[in-house]
C-alpha cells in the first residue's frame, strides 16, 4: 500500500473551467492537472516576482487531476475501455442484472469510490448492486454516512456583458456553473515532500482565496484548503500504468508507450491568455498541444515522467512572457487482464 499526500479543495464557490473557446454555456467537466499547476506558478510568480524559474517550479513536482469526493468517500478515475471486473446484482437479491443492461450504465461510469479502484488495479472480480451506479460515480457498498448523491449538478445561468463604450447595447449570454453540495469537493493527489509540500500549501491557500477557473471576478472557484493523505493499494505483478494526470511524453518515452496495445484519450489544450500581465496581450491564443488524458492505461511497466512545453504564441513583443503547460505525469502500476 502506498500513502499520498492530497490537497482537500472544500467549501467551493461555484466553478466555471473554460473549455479553450470563447464559449461560455458549458464548463469543461474536469479541472485538469496542467490547470492546476499552471494557477499554482501563477500564484508563486505573484509572491516572489520571479519568472524565470516558472519551468524549474512546475518540474520539481507532480500533481494529479482534481477528483470528487464526498466527506471521507474519495472517488478516482475509472480505467479508459471496457470494465471487464464489474458484475451488477440486481437490488436487495443475489441474482446478477442482465449484462446488456448494466453494460450500458457502465459506459457512462467515469468515477469509482477508491474501494472498488482499489480491486479493479489488482484485476480482482468486483460485485456492485444496482443502486451503487449512480450517473457517472459508482459508489462503495451504502454507508450510512455517505448518501449515493453526485457531489456537484451543474446549473446554466444568464449573464451580460456590458461594454464600456455607450454606443454599444449589452450583450447577454449564458454562463454553466458547477454548484458542489455540502461536504462535497475536489482533491488531487501530489508527489511534493519536505519543503516542496509545504511551498505548495501555501500556495493553495492563496489559489483558494483568489479563485481558480473562469468567474473568479464574481466570486466564482474559490475554495478552503485542507492537506491529508489517501492510501491506494499497490498491484502486484503489474503490467499496465494508469495516468491520474495530464501527459505530455518525453521523446524517448513514446516507444514504450505501445499504443497499439494501450487504451487513451487524447485532449487538445490551448486556449486564451487570460493571465497575461499585459491585458492586451490576454486577446491572444496560446498554441495548442494534445496531452494525454487520466484514466489513459499504457502497456508499460516503466514509470512515466513527462514534460514541460511553452506554448507562448508567436507574436512579435519582447515583453510576451513565455506560457508553460506542464505534462507531468502522475501515474499508478496496475493489473490488467490481457
Known sequence: MATYNIFKLKNITPLHIGI??????????????????????????NIIGDKTDVEGFLNSFSISSAFPFIKDEYFLPSIKGKLENIFVLKKD???FEEESKYRKKLKKVRYLSKDIFNDIIQNKKVNVIEDQIQDEFIFAIKDKNIDNKRPYCSQVMQRVSVSRDENVPPTPFSFQWKYFNKDCGLYCITDA?????????????ILGEQGIGSGKMIGGGKFDVENSTID?????NSNYCMLLSMFIPLENEIESLNLKESRYDLI????FMAAAENENNRHLWKKSIYMFNHGSIFKTTKGLIGKTVNLRPNWNDEKLHNIYRSGKAFCLPIKIKE
Open 268 to 271: 487538445l489544450r490551448g486556449g
Open 93 to 95: 437479491n443475489k441474482e
Open 193 to 205: 515532500k519536505g519543503d516542496k509540500l509545504e511551498e505548495l500549501k501555501i500556495l493553495f491557500s
Open 20 to 45: 479553450g473557446k470563447d464559449d461560455y454555456d458549458f464548463s469543461a467537466n474536469d479541472l485538469c492537472s496542467d490547470t492546476i499547476s499552471s494557477a499554482l506558478a501563477a500564484m508563486r510568480t
Open 232 to 236: 491506494i493499494l499497490d498491484a502486484p
